[in-house]
């Protein structure tokens, strides 16, 4: 049963009691004395080190790193629960500049195992177990690792660089207050509750939250777009011009696993299928029976009453769908919610969006979203705790194993999402409400895959293009040139979503990230077809690949599983259904 969840902060009491206390203090010292104790194994790393050394300092490293992972996550937790709190801004300054002293101490290990011949390296490399992967994946970046002393100034400088700027960026965004009318009153109210008015049935006050939204990031957008140029010239700085990276979205790709062209076929079919929710946009505009249609209007409902859910049962829905797949992945999630390490509330200074922190193997994850009782929400849910289950069925894994890595991150949350929608299919007799799920999941579908993937191909430009002295003012009306190319001739969109841009905080804190939700999202499709056609059969395929976690490489794990990612025709068997979908809304059939 699920009787009694209610929204509430998260507690973090599971990782520290606190930034000032002896606990905190103590785990401050224990991180120093056992990166002494490590930095003493230095002068015994040789090419005739024993396989019982290497895995007893592999060992220690591990048991060192999950000392900073509960340190860094609370002192991030701590932050985005309050961007505007000062003792935690402090302490994540300090948290943050610790770790990278840390890792520099302990630098020295990663540069030797990279340099190590390749005989050395595959004798322990038979040995090292299930933190094989991670020990491959270091290899990977040999042709673009610096000196130690090189790396360890990068360290050291992303900590008031890099990493400032981003904390910056959160700071500056978490303090927006939007203003909108309603019921004939003006409402200060937070970026979440502004857009829940995306998704209202009156178009004026859909084109009022959007106006709101751009007015107050396109009053600092100058200044925005400035923190991103500068963000945009380290990267340059570090991964082109030191690291010697092909292209900026290659050095993402390499912390990924993926190759350069897989990820270029991907973005290619979906620049390829613009055309297709361009005519879904078309089939809603004539359902909503608007004059014209506008970017205002993209996520319009086509019902006038909107659902709305209270918080314990969203929290059923979302469990009961997970539990009717398979009971495992309902106790996973539960796991979260009993644990309190849900961030639910809406309020001030709260960071924007959503997210789920995997922070140590076999822990249930902290997961945070703003909670406001629409569909909307119980989707977040859904997702978010899809990313938590994924985490916990990995938990077999070592520290450096047991995440997926990118390219596989967006699989269990979006396949939670799907479920989540099949259940409330099956569930209602109600047609308007079956037909409004129906657009919804385009809807998704065009948020998660198309607009992404304009993204990620706006930030190649935006990179280029700063690199050759572009202002920010000529970016924001590149942004918008190519919002009106995605969208054709029959989307009106308005000047203010020049400024769109600088507020998808993606951009900042992570180059190139956006293009997994693509992925994750059509990888999802072919694999939702599988499940629709034999479920019994694709259970344990779906559970192995959560289980693997991050302990193989993406393109061999989807390999097994008969998946080949550099092909054009995998990514277009995607948009096949998303075809079938909307040939189903068309002709007024709701089957999927």
């Known amino acids: ?32 004395d056992r990166t002494t104790a490590l930095e003493g194994r230095r002068s015994g790393l040789t090419a005739g080190l024993s396989a019982a050394d290497f895995i007893d300092l592999l060992e220690g490293m591990e048991l060192l790193a999950r000392g900073l992972n509960r340190l860094y996550g609370y002192a991030a937790l701590k932050f985005a629960e ?37 005989e050395t390296a595959e004798r322990l490399l038979a040995v090292s177990g299930d933190r094989r992967y991670w020990l491959e994946t270091m290899r990977r970046f040999k042709p673009h690792t610096l000196t130690e002393p090189e790396e360890k100034i990068i360290n050291l400088k992303d900590v008031t660089g890099r990493s400032a700027w981003q904390t910056f960026y959160d700071q500056l965004t978490g303090r927006f ?49 400035r923190i991103y140029q500068t963000l945009i010239r380290d990267w340059k700085n570090e991964q082109l011009d030191l690291r010697r990276h092909a292209s900026p979205m290659s050095a993402r790709n390499l912390v990924n696993d993926l190759p350069d062209e897989s990820v270029g076929v991907l973005l290619e079919v979906c620049r390829e299928n613009a055309a297709l929710f361009q005519r879904y946009f078309r089939l809603k505009a004539a359902r909503l029976g608007l004059p014209s249609f506008r970017r205002y209007d993209l996520y319009a409902p086509v019902t006038k009453a909107e659902r709305r859910y209270d918080f314990d049962q969203a929290v059923r829905l979302v469990l009961e769908s997970f539990r009717d797949f398979d009971p495992a992945l309902a106790g996973q999630a539960k796991l979260v919610l009993e644990k309190g390490h849900l961030d639910s509330q ?77 259940r409330l299919r099956i569930e209602t007799s109600d047609a308007d409400f079956r037909r409004d799920l129906a657009f919804r999941l385009l809807d998704d579908a065009y948020a998660t895959i198309s607009r ?21 003012d000529e970016l924001a009306s590149i942004y918008l040139e190519d919002l009106k190319v995605q969208f054709g001739p029959d989307v009106e969109v308005g000047d203010e979503f020049r400024w769109e841009w600088v507020s998808i905080p993606h951009f900042y804190h992570t180059p190139f990230y956006v293009y997994a939700y693509a992925f994750g999202q059509l990888l999802v499709l072919s694999l939702y077809q599988r499940y629709r056609r034999d479920r019994q059969s694709f259970k344990p395929e779906y559970l192995r690949l959560l289980a693997a976690g991050g302990s193989r490489p993406p393109v061999s794990l989807l390999a097994e599983a008969g998946l080949d990612v550099r092909e054009a025709s995998f990514w277009r068997e995607g948009f096949q259904l998303l075809r079938a979908w909307l040939e189903d809304l068309e002709t007024g059939g709701l089957n999927r």
């Open 452 to 472: 992404q993937a304009f993204f990620s191909l706006f930030e190649a430009k935006a990179h280029d293009l700063t690199g050759r002295g572009a202002t920010v």
């Open 82 to 118: 309050n961007t505007d709190d000062q003792a935690a801004q402090a302490f994540l300054a300090r948290v943050e500049d610790f770790s990278a002293r840390i890792q520099n101490r302990l630098l020295f290990f990663e540069i030797w195992w990279k340099n190590l011949d390749r």
């Open 177 to 225: 207050v939007f203003r909108l009318a309603l019921d004939g009153e003006v409402r200060e109210i937070t970026r979440g509750e502004l857009m829940v008015y995306a998704r209202h049935p009156d178009p004026a006050l859909r084109e009022a939250a959007y106006r709101e939204l751009y007015r107050v990031y396109g009053a600092d957008g100058p200044l925005l777009g």
């Open 346 to 422: 809406v309020r001030p200074g709260k960071r924007d969006g959503a997210f789920c922190a995997s922070l140590l193997p076999g822990q249930a994850p902290w997961v945070l979203l703003s909670f406001q009782g629409r569909l909307d929400d119980l989707a977040t849910l859904a997702h978010e705790l899809g990313h938590a289950v994924h985490a916990l069925l990995a938990a077999g894994h070592s520290l450096y194993t047991f995440e997926a890595p990118l390219p596989l991150a967006e699989m269990a949350s979006t396949f939670g999402e799907m479920l989540l929608m099949d």
């Open 1 to 32: 049963m699920t009787d009694g969840y209610e929204l509430g902060p998260w507690d973090l009491s599971d990782l520290l009691p606190g930034p000032e206390t002896p606990e905190t203090d103590s785990l401050f010292k224990d991180l120093e």
